[in-house]
């Protein structure tokens, strides 16, 4: 039995979803799903591979628990990617169903175009059963171990890798974070975070799981966000740092409501004086950490800590252990900096068809995240980078490697490094130092325009300066720091 029918049997009255002013409970959620499932069985079969393409709404909740029903795996699309970043997915995953609807019509008739094999259905020709309608067929083979979806996520070599993830990492997952975060029979979520990203997956599962409610909104709107927190009795909420510090701009002073208990800010690291304006305020921070190859969250401080060790995401979760290892992979003291390893049942299975990159990753059973940090002497982690050269401009993983792909790919560039710029909203912005061949001149107008062409509107740099060498070490190797000095002098 999914999840979703066991929630049913247990609270079927139990709200569940609230989108704008509409309201469903399990009951009414269970049969949308069903609908959807009669709309797809004969589309697809047990473990196929099926994309969706929507921005947060009512299809995409019903198509995450249908795609469970049918035993088939889930693959959500970043609606912001280009048309050739998409089509890349699709065909590394030999994915031949995608469905889409009014917002992504367009771009899925140019992806059906590129991909012969695929097959296109609008989103809103799924719910097209009817009361008295034979009940769809179920997967009889569903258990903790099925793959319940690839996630897509950057890599360092430009490509990005699919993070497949098991129904046990959502579950253990779910359990761990009730287990720090408490568990209230009201709460009520609102995830304003994109269902394509694991973190808004996450609380969709959670939700049914512990059979509360989640108030989901299309996209991240500081107004309709704000509005929400005024109106409903919200009692969490999980942003990025971009995000608070908009809502904060937004609200000024106004007090959040005590029914918030927690505010989730994760995604990039929070400034201690970010941190500081929210105790302030009076507003319950609970800073995270958390991986797409570990089902989000890995590691959580509760508000009445955060301001004692701002800067710090706390302990790991229940059932979950982090350490600190050199490259040797042996552990480091309290204090020493080291790469973060994570393990426990939240770990990923490995990379989608990408045998080489899920071996190096996972190692005895630890998820070798890349990440530079410590633990201090009571086991509160501490990042210090993420990802060693990964950039995180308003939540979006951003990394230079394939932004300088692309770069490369111009006919006018010899050579380029891309490189992260604090920025006080964005956490951070997208730069690159350009060398230009043949003494060619090109404006770097010119050049954003040519990335825009190829990457999504978050990784194109916004600031990009051309000399006639780039900086590098003793060795041979780009200077990145240097290059990081040489950018914010042209700021």
């Not at 196929?48 to 628990?65: D, E, K, R, T």
């Not at 904060?248 to 208990?261: N, Q, V």
């Not at 111009?410 to 043949?438: F, K, N, Y």
């Amino acid at each position: 039995m999914d999840w979703l029918k066991a929630r049913v049997n247990a609270t079927p009255d139990a709200l569940a979803l609230i989108i704008g002013q509409e309201k469903w409970t399990y009951a009414d959620l269970d049969r949308l799903v069903d609908q959807v499932c009669l709309g797809l069985q004969d589309k697809v079969q047990p473990g196929q591979i099926v994309a969706v393409l929507l921005p947060n709404n009512l299809a995409y909740v019903c198509l995450i628990h249908a795609s469970a029903r049918l035993g088939v795996v889930l693959l959500p699309l970043n609606t912001r990617l280009t048309t050739q970043e998409l089509a890349w997915q699709l065909e590394y995953t030999d994915c031949d169903l995608l469905v889409y609807g009014r917002d992504t019509a367009v771009t899925s008739q140019e992806l059906s175009m590129a991909n012969a094999q695929l097959s296109v259905v609008n989103s809103e020709n799924l719910f097209v059963g009817k009361e008295g309608d034979p009940s769809p067929k179920h997967h009889p083979k569903f258990a903790l171990g099925n793959l319940q979806a690839i996630v897509f996520t950057s890599g360092t070599t430009g490509k990005p890798k699919g993070a497949m993830l098991t129904f046990a990492n959502h579950f253990w997952s779910a359990l761990a974070s009730a287990y720090r975060l408490g568990l209230h029979n009201d709460d009520l979520w609102l995830s304003c975070l994109p269902l394509y990203h694991v973190g808004g997956l996450a609380v969709i599962w959670r939700s049914c799981l512990y059979g509360t409610a989640v108030s989901l909104h299309p996209r991240f709107d500081v107004e309709a966000v704000s509005h929400d927190l005024d109106n409903h009795p919200i009692t969490l909420i999980s942003l990025v740092p971009t995000m608070i510090y908009r809502l904060l701009a937004w609200r000024g002073e106004r007090p959040f409501s005590p029914t918030l208990r927690h505010l989730l800010l994760g995604g990039a690291a929070a400034t201690p004086e970010l941190v500081e304006h929210c105790h302030a305020l009076g507003i319950p921070v609970a800073t995270t950490y958390g991986l797409t190859e570990a089902a989000s969250q890995v590691a959580t401080m509760l508000p009445q800590d955060v301001v004692q060790k701002p800067g710090s995401v706390g302990k790991a979760l229940m059932f979950s252990q982090v350490r600190i290892v050199n490259e040797r992979g042996d552990a480091m003291l309290p204090g020493e900096l080291g790469e973060v390893v994570v393990s426990g049942p939240t770990v990923m299975a490995g990379y989608y068809q990408d045998a080489q990159a899920t071996a190096v990753t996972l190692q005895n059973g630890e998820l070798h995240t890349g990440d530079i940090g410590y633990l201090d002497i009571d086991g509160d982690l501490w990042l210090v980078q993420r990802r060693s050269d990964i950039i995180i401009s308003g939540g979006e993983n951003v990394y230079p490697a394939e932004v300088e792909a692309v770069l490369r790919g111009h006919t006018a560039v010899a050579a380029v490094c891309v490189v992260g710029i604090e920025h006080p909203e964005w956490g951070q912005q997208v730069a690159a130092l350009v060398v230009l061949s043949d003494g060619k001149i090109e404006t770097g107008y010119n050049l954003q325009n040519y990335c825009r062409q190829h990457l999504a509107g978050y990784k194109v740099p916004r600031l990009l300066h051309i000399v006639t060498e780039l900086p590098q070490t003793a060795s041979g190797k780009v200077a990145r720091n240097e290059v990081q000095t040489l950018l914010r002098q042209e700021l």
